[in-house]
């Protein structure tokens, strides 16, 4: 989507993809400790296994590493329960290319690579500056992350996920609200999409609508302990919005089955928009009563020259993934929609990237959610760290200082 992995000029490509050992495992603390060319399926399918999850999930999980994952800040559809990986992330093994040494005057850097070990699995350390951090979200800009040290979740004993349809996009923040408010600790993903994704799900894959037809649709996904206990929250919900009108239809799952049917309607959605032509990619974070605004004003500044323009996304995050589809590439359509997505999102204080990062596409665009002297620190970091320019380059900075 941004490049961020994508070779662009004289790079080396490193592969961590032998790297996928399974190093331990504490079933009473849920401290995962792995490699990074760990893949993402195959972690929750061993935790599984041992009646944990880990705490991200992703439509890429068949393929994406864990390392990756980290080094991205991935988010993903349990966010909204389980939070960023900032808080999942316990410790993490990272080389870096240099090592500043801080015995010269002015310092210097010794070209001789430094294994940064601080792989604990302590969920509370206190001792100095938390430099896993720094390497969350840096795209790889900053060292290689080898290994990773994860807190993850017991595996719920109860599941649901309800399909609804919502006749406005004020009748699903009211729906998030009311969601929030009656089901409280046992919600784990709300999940909103227009019906221009239910028309693309359906064209393209052959998927059917489970639902009377509607302008927008909303999936909502309980784990809890107690099967009876959460059905009940669930449908005392379900009453209260189907009254009140916020909802005007809507099914219900226990089975795995007809949960991963309902998903897919959902997780399907870029393979869909793959399929209806070139696709222009936008994934941003704004404030949530805004969040479907620029949809509709995109809508009416492109009229035909743009086959669709559709929302969806992580509503509970505040994250709205914009895609514009046409035939074919055109550079008169990528004009009309940079920069002003950038400056809209900047308008209202949201952000150029939620959770896909920068890359090298969307680099030139941290000015709009990153003032001067952040980007500065950022550089200054970029250049202690790597001073050589090895790692990644071309990438999350912007091209010009």
Not at 59 to 87: D, E, M, P, Q, W
Not at 362 to 386: E, I
């Amino acid at each position: 989507m941004v490049g961020g992995s994508v070779p662009v000029f004289d790079e080396v490509i490193l592969s961590s993809a032998l790297m996928n050992q399974v190093v331990s495992f504490h079933s009473l603390s849920g401290v995962l400790v792995c490699q990074a060319g760990c893949i993402l399926d195959n972690l929750s399918r061993f935790l599984e296994d041992r009646d944990f999850i880990m705490p991200l999930d992703l439509g890429a999980k068949g393929s994406c590493h864990i390392g990756g994952n980290v080094a991205t800040n991935a988010g993903g559809l349990r966010f909204l329960r389980y939070g960023s990986l900032h808080g999942s992330i316990l410790g993490l093994e990272v080389v870096s290319p240099c090592q500043p040494c801080v015995f010269f005057t002015p310092p210097q850097v010794l070209a001789n690579g430094t294994v940064l070990n601080c792989l604990t699995s302590l969920r509370k350390d206190n001792t100095g500056y938390d430099l896993k951090q720094l390497f969350i979200g840096s795209e790889g800009t900053l060292g290689v992350i080898t290994a990773v040290s994860i807190l993850c979740p017991p595996k719920p004993k109860a599941v649901n996920v309800a399909f609804l349809a919502c006749p406005g996009f004020p009748e699903v923040l009211r729906t998030f609200s009311s969601c929030r408010g009656a089901l409280g600790e046992v919600l784990s993903a709300f999940e909103f999409m227009d019906s221009e994704c239910m028309r693309l799900v359906g064209q393209h894959l052959n998927l059917g609508c489970p639902v009377q037809e509607s302008p927008f649709y909303v999936l909502v996904e309980t784990s809890g302990s107690n099967a009876e206990h959460d059905s009940a929250k669930l449908n005392s919900f379900l009453d209260d919005v189907l009254s009140s009108g916020l909802v005007t239809d809507g099914t219900v799952a226990t089975d795995l089955k007809k949960m991963q049917a309902l998903w897919a309607l959902r997780e399907r959605i870029t393979e869909a928009l793959s399929r209806e032509g070139y696709t222009y990619k936008y994934d941003i974070s704004l404030p949530v009563e805004r969040l479907y605004d620029i949809v509709t004003d995109l809508r009416a500044r492109l009229g035909l020259s743009a086959k669709a323009v559709v929302g969806y996304g992580h509503l509970g995050d505040g994250n709205l993934h914009l895609n514009v589809t046409a035939e074919a590439f055109s550079t008169q359509l990528l004009g009309e929609l940079e920069p002003y997505v950038y400056e809209w999102t900047a308008g209202q204080q949201g952000s150029v990237s939620a959770e896909h990062g920068l890359g090298f596409r969307k680099r030139d665009a941290m000015g709009y959610s990153k003032p001067p002297a952040a980007v500065q620190f950022m550089r200054g970091l970029k250049t202690l760290l790597d001073p050589k320019g090895i790692l990644n380059p071309y990438k999350l900075l912007p091209s010009r200082a």
